[in-house]
Each structure stands twice: as structure tokens, then as C-alpha cells.
């Protein structure tokens, strides 16, 4: 990994910032070990995929990672899914030590790590499900194609978020459902001018 690039926005570093006045030290690492397991399951398995890892960098959506070299649909699939899968399984085992050592910080990693792996399961971009989504069906359609489905699964789980995040709201449990799903339409509506295949969070 000599060649590679590794670069930081200024919206990353500006929110980088903000959440180390906000939080604690307990806190950010509750939040960066699962996100360091989410992107080390990335990394893994694209390079056990034969392919190459080109540059790293930390935007507001996440630790993008550029890769290049040949697989097909289904190894694409796979690289996207490794993070998150990788997340679930250190939910699971940051849960059960929480339980055996009586862990405060285990057992908010593991539920950190829980609502990360599956919020990144959801099938719209940028997030790893959608593209999940594009790289299966992109299988069987063409590429345009396989991004109009894309583009709609993302359209549609943003409003869906957006009208449970209201209603959450509403009922007393905060902003958090409610931000996420406006930051998930502000990026569905980006990444339809600049996505990438071969990227991702």
C-alpha cells in the first residue's frame, strides 16, 4: 500500500472536531472502535478479493475507500457487505463480554456497533446495502438501469426514515432517526452525480 492517498474534508474535520468538545473519551471510542472494525472487514476482504486499495479519505459520509481491479457482481456485493457483517459479529461479542466482565463501555460499542451495521444494511446509497443493491442487480441489468433501482430504493428509504423520524420526534425519542434520514436524501441526491462503484463507506 505504498501509492496509496489518504485525504480528509474539511466538513470531516470541522465534525471531527466537534465531536471531540461534544463527547467524551469514552464516548468517541465507543464510536471509532466499531467504526475501525467496519472498515478493517472492508479492507480484508477486498484485498482476499485480489483487489487494490487505492486511497482512503475521511468525509462527511464516512471513511471513503477508492479501490480498483477485476471481480464480478457478486464479489463487489461482498466487499460492501463485509463491513457490516464484520460489525455485527463484534456487536455480538462486545455484548456477551459486557455481560461477563459487567462493562458500561462493552455494551454501548456493541450497541453502537449494532446501529451502524444495520443502518449500513439499508438499500440506499451511499450507504453499503445500496450499494449491495446496485452491484447484484447490475448482475442482470445494465448499469444505468441498476442505478435507476438504486436511486429509487434510496429516494424511497430516505422519505420512509424521514416520516419515522417525524413520528419518533413527535412521540419524545429525539432527533437522531430524523437527522439521519436527511442526511441519507442530501447524499441521495448527490451521489447520483458523483458515484463511484468502486467506492465506498
Given at each position: ?5 489518504f ?43 485480489g ?55 462493552l ?56 416520516a ?30 458523483a ?7
Open positions: 500500500m505504498n501509492r496509496e492517498r485525504g480528509m474534508s474539511a466538513a470531516a474535520i470541522l465534525l471531527a472536531a466537534l465531536i471531540y468538545f461534544v463527547a467524551d473519551v469514552d464516548k468517541i471510542l465507543a464510536l471509532l472502535v466499531p467504526a475501525l472494525v467496519h472498515e478493517l472487514g472492508h479492507m480484508f476482504t477486498l484485498r482476499l478479493l483487489l487494490r486499495i487505492n486511497s482512503f479519505r475521511a468525509e462527511l459520509k464516512g471513511l471513503c475507500i477508492a479501490y480498483s481491479g477485476y471481480t464480478g457482481a457478486l464479489g463487489h456485493a461482498v466487499a460492501a457487505a463485509a463491513g457490516p457483517l464484520w460489525g455485527l459479529i463484534y456487536a455480538m461479542a462486545a455484548s456477551f463480554l459486557s455481560q461477563r466482565l459487567g462493562s458500561p463501555w455494551e454501548l460499542s456493541a450497541g453502537v456497533s449494532l446501529l451502524l451495521s444495520l443502518f449500513n444494511l439499508l438499500p440506499a446509497l451511499p450507504l453499503d446495502g445500496g450499494r449491495i443493491m446496485y452491484s447484484l442487480s447490475s448482475a442482470f441489468l445494465s448499469h444505468s438501469s441498476a442505478r435507476k433501482l438504486t436511486d429509487l430504493s434510496s429516494l424511497a428509504v430516505g422519505l420512509i426514515l424521514l419515522l423520524g417525524a413520528y419518533l420526534m413527535f412521540k419524545g425519542y429525539g432527533l437522531a432517526m430524523e437527522l439521519a434520514a436527511v442526511w441519507l436524501l442530501i447524499y441521495t441526491g448527490t451521489e447520483h452525480r458515484f463511484h462503484p468502486r467506492e465506498m463507506i
